[in-house]
C-alpha cells in the first residue's frame, strides 16, 4: 500500500456515499467509445491506453478506510484492452452490457477498455470508468491525451498530466476558505431564499435510477445552422442558447411558467488544475422563467445571464444549493439536466479520423436532454431518463418532440 492516501474530492464523497448505499448498482458507469476510420494499429493503441492510464493517476487508485474514513490511494497497476472482432450490431450490444457491469469498489478503479474491429479499417475504441473517480470532461481528457500518444510515440511524455494531488488539494482548500466559499455561499442563499420545488416532466413518484433508457434524434445540419445563427444575432454562444430552448421546451411540457434545470458543469476554475483527470464535476440549478409574448432573444439573454452566474460560483455544491432551497436530504435533481457535449466531433491522428460518442454519462434519476455535433454540422440530440419515472416510449416521444421544437426555435419570434 502507498505510503500515503489522498483525501477524496467533495465531488467524491458524495458520489461514494451512494455507491455505499446501492452497492452493485452500475449506474454511476460512464461509458464512451472512439469511432475510428482509417489504418489503426492496435498494438500502438493499447500501448497509447496504457501510458495514458499510467499518467492519469485517479484511473489507478484504490478506496481505503482510515480511521473510519474513505481515502484514495494511488497504486501501480495496469489495465487490460481487450482486442475484440463483431459486427457493428454486435459490438454495440457488447458496449451497452458491458457499461451496465458494476465495478468492484474494493479493487483498483482501473477502467475497462476494448478495441472491437468491425471492418477493415474500422474499429471502435472503448472504455468504461467509474463516475467516482472521474467525472464526463476527464473522460475526453483522457480520450485526447490516447490520441496524442499515438501520434507523439517517445515524446508523448511532454504532456503528461500532473499529479492527482494538486487537484484534490485545491478541492480541499477551496471549502476551507472562508473567502471563496463563503462569497459562494452568499450568492446562492439570496439566489433562491425561499423553498422551491424541483421540475419534473414525470407524473410518477420518485426513485432513484437502478438503470437507463435512452433514444436518439438528429437536429439537421440546416436547423443547426439556423440555431447558430441566432446565437450569433443575440451575441450568445451556440450552448448558451441550447440550454434557453431547453429550458423553453421544459416549460412547455411541464405547463408551468418558472421551471429549474439541471445544469452539469466542469466546477473546474483554475486553468491550471484543468488539465488533471479527476472527480470534481457539479450540478446545479439554473432557473428559467417564460413570461407571456416573451421573444426568443429576451429568454436567450437572461437564460446567459444566470448560466453566467452559475458558472461564475459553480464550486459551491448542489447538495448546499438544496438547503437554501428548502429541500436538505432531497435526493430529486433540480429538474430536467441539460448537458451539452463535445461529442460526434472529428479528431485526427496517426492517419485516421475518429469521432467520440457517449454509452453512459452516468446516473440520471429524472431526464437528461444531451447535445453534441457532427462533423457535417448537425446537433446529435440523446434523451436520457430513469425508467422508474419515464417509459420507453415517452422517452421516445421526448427525442421527437424536442427535436422537432429546436427546428421551430430556430425560426424568429415570441415563443
Known amino acids: 500500500m502507498p505510503e500515503t492516501a489522498l483525501p ?38 493499447t500501448a497509447a491506453v496504457r501510458t495514458a492510464v499510467r499518467e492519469a493517476e485517479t484511473l489507478r487508485v484504490r478506496f481505503v478506510l482510515e480511521d473510519g474514513e474513505p481515502r484514495q490511494a494511488v497504486v501501480a497497476a495496469e489495465p487490460e484492452v481487450a482486442l475484440l472482432e463483431s459486427s457493428r450490431d454486435a459490438a454495440e450490444e457488447w458496449m451497452r452490457a458491458d457499461v451496465r457491469t458494476p465495478f468492484d469498489l474494493t479493487a483498483p478503479m482501473l477502467p475497462r477498455f476494448a478495441l472491437i474491429r468491425v471492418a477493415p479499417e474500422h474499429h471502435l475504441g472503448y ?30 511524455g511532454k504532456g503528461a498530466p500532473a499529479p492527482l494531488r494538486l487537484l484534490v488539494e485545491d478541492d480541499v482548500a477551496y471549502h476551507a476558505d472562508p473567502a471563496r466559499h463563503g462569497t459562494d455561499r452568499a450568492m446562492w442563499a439570496s439566489r433562491f431564499p425561499g423553498r ?29 445552422r439556423k440555431l447558430k445563427a441566432a446565437a450569433w444575432d443575440v451575441r450568445a454562444a451556440l450552448p448558451g442558447l441550447l440550454i434557453a430552448a431547453t429550458g ?10 418558472d421551471v429549474l434545470l439541471n445544469l452539469l458543469t466542469t466546477a473546474r476554475t483554475d486553468a491550471r488544475l484543468r488539465p488533471i483527470p479527476g472527480m470534481v464535476a457539479n450540478a446545479l440549478p439554473v432557473p428559467v422563467a417564460i413570461r407571456p409574448g416573451m421573444t426568443r432573444a429576451e429568454l436567450v439573454a437572461e437564460s446567459a445571464a444566470e ?12 447538495r448546499r444549493v438544496r438547503e437554501h432551497l428548502g429541500l436538505p436530504g432531497d435526493p430529486r435533481p433540480f429538474g430536467p439536466t441539460v448537458n451539452i457535449l463535445r461529442v460526434g466531433q472529428e479528431r485526427h491522428f496517426g492517419g485516421c479520423r475518429a469521432t467520440v460518442h457517449d454509452v453512459s454519462t452516468g446516473q440520471v434519476d429524472d431526464i437528461e436532454f444531451v447535445i453534441g455535433e457532427t462533423p457535417e454540422g448537425g446537433l446529435p440530440l440523446t434523451v436520457i431518463a430513469n425508467p422508474a419515472l419515464y417509459r420507453p416510449d415517452e422517452v421516445a416521444a421526448h427525442a421527437t418532440r424536442f427535436a422537432a421544437f429546436l427546428a421551430d426555435f430556430a425560426r424568429e419570434g415570441s415563443l
Request: proline residues 8%; positive net charge.
Open 8 to 45: 477524496l474530492t467533495a465531488a467524491q464523497s458524495e458520489l461514494w456515499q451512494r455507491c455505499v448505499r446501492e452497492p452493485g448498482n452500475a449506474v454511476y458507469n460512464l461509458g464512451g467509445v472512439y469511432d475510428i476510420h482509417g489504418p489503426l494499429d492496435p498494438a500502438r493503441w
Open 248 to 257: 423553453a421546451y421544459v416549460q412547455r411540457m411541464a405547463g408551468t411558467p
Open 307 to 318: 448560466i453566467k452566474r452559475t458558472v461564475r460560483h459553480q464550486r459551491y455544491r448542489g
Open 196 to 224: 422551491r420545488e424541483p421540475t419534473t416532466l414525470s407524473s410518477r413518484p420518485f426513485a432513484p435510477a437502478a438503470d437507463f433508457v435512452r433514444e436518439s434524434a438528429l437536429v439537421p445540419g440546416e436547423v443547426a
Open 127 to 156: 472504455v468504461c470508468v467509474h463516475h467516482v473517480v472521474s467525472d464526463g470532461f476527464s473522460q475526453l481528457l483522457l480520450f485526447r491525451r490516447i490520441l496524442e500518444i499515438y501520434d507523439a510515440g517517445p515524446e508523448a
